[in-house]
């Protein structure tokens, strides 16, 4: 799948909805393609506590859920159609699912690529690996 495809795909699950105490979701939606080639969605949810679930986590969720692990791609859209790179939690949440997705190609705004290895050059848990 072409990052301008996934893009649209991510772009497109975008549902900005308030929740109660000036919680949100839906303003930061993400796709991945699996290493099978499926397509998972999800989005975010921030709320007022300071706990939420990052679009990346909610796709991958959905993943793990299809008895999958192993991401290819991913990319995360924010309600103005600008490109997110993960966040720090969601760059090691990716890696800690399956060892393969330190290969797992990161779309960064221009439709640009870069591999999560690159994002996370020195791994806290490289003896275990």
């Not at 979701?25 to 007022?48: M, Q, R, Y």
């Not at 990716?94 to 439709?111: A, F």
Request: aromatic share 6%.
């Amino acid at each position: 799948m072409t990052n301008k495809e996934l893009y649209k795909i991510a772009y497109n699950h975008i549902n900005h909805i308030d929740l109660k105490q000036f919680g949100t979701a839906g303003h930061v939606a993400c796709a991945l393609e699996s290493k099978e080639g499926n397509i998972f969605t999800g989005i975010c949810i921030d709320l007022p506590c300071s706990i939420g679930l990052c679009a990346e986590q909610s796709a991958i969720a959905e993943m793990i859920k299809n008895n999958e692990t192993v991401i290819n791609k991913i990319i995360a859209v924010y309600e103005d159609g600008s490109i997110l790179p993960p966040c720090g939690r969601c760059r090691e949440f990716i890696s800690q699912i399956d060892n393969k997705n330190i290969e797992t190609i990161i779309v960064l705004p221009e439709l640009e690529e870069v591999l999560l290895k690159d994002l996370l050059p020195e791994s806290w848990d490289y003896k275990w690996n």
